[in-house]
């Protein structure tokens, strides 16, 4: 029996973005632009880094790939995770943080 991460009170809600919903939930925050061939494009890039190897990035990951056995490797990196956070005087925060394998 190992300790999920995820389960503490203290570590807040991590949730993988769909990669078809990425668009939408982040262009309220000016992170669409142009690619050079005039389509729209999400610019990631800008967002806060979150590693691979956090331990609430690996529960996760191994939670995902238990329920699907088909996914390939490196399939997380790049990805877009919400985390919602709790706090007595802000209320409900949400976060977006971009999956990375290093620095």
Same mark, same amino acid.
């Not at 991590?14 to 309220?28: G, I, R, T």
């Not at 191994?62 to 390939?72: C, G, N, S, Y």
């Given at each position: 029996? +190992?300790?999920?991460v995820l389960n =503490?009170?203290?570590?807040?809600? =991590?949730?993988? @973005?769909? /990669? %078809?919903?990425?668009?939408?939930?982040?262009? #309220?925050?000016? $992170?669409?632009?142009? %690619?050079?061939?005039?389509? #729209?494009?999400? +610019? *990631?890039?800008?967002?806060? &880094?979150? $590693?691979?190897? %956090? #331990?609430? *990035?690996?529960?996760? &990951?191994?939670?995902?790939?238990?329920?699907? %056995?088909?996914?390939?490797?490196?399939?997380?990196?790049?990805? @877009?995770? +919400?985390?919602?956070?709790?706090? #007595?005087? /802000?209320?409900? =925060?949400?976060?977006?943080? $971009?999956? @990375?394998?290093?620095?």
């Amino acid at each position: 029996m +190992r300790f999920n991460v995820l389960n =503490h009170e203290i570590v807040p809600l =991590h949730e993988l @973005v769909p /990669a %078809d919903e990425e668009m939408s939930e982040l262009s #309220p925050w000016d $992170l669409v632009g142009t %690619d050079i061939d005039g389509s #729209p494009r999400l +610019r *990631i890039e800008l967002l806060p &880094k979150i $590693l691979i190897t %956090d #331990p609430a *990035i690996q529960a996760m &990951k191994e939670a995902l790939e238990q329920a699907d %056995d088909e996914l390939r490797a490196g399939w997380l990196n790049n990805r @877009v995770i +919400r985390v919602t956070r709790r706090s #007595p005087s /802000a209320g409900l =925060h949400v976060a977006y943080r $971009l999956v @990375v394998e290093g620095n």
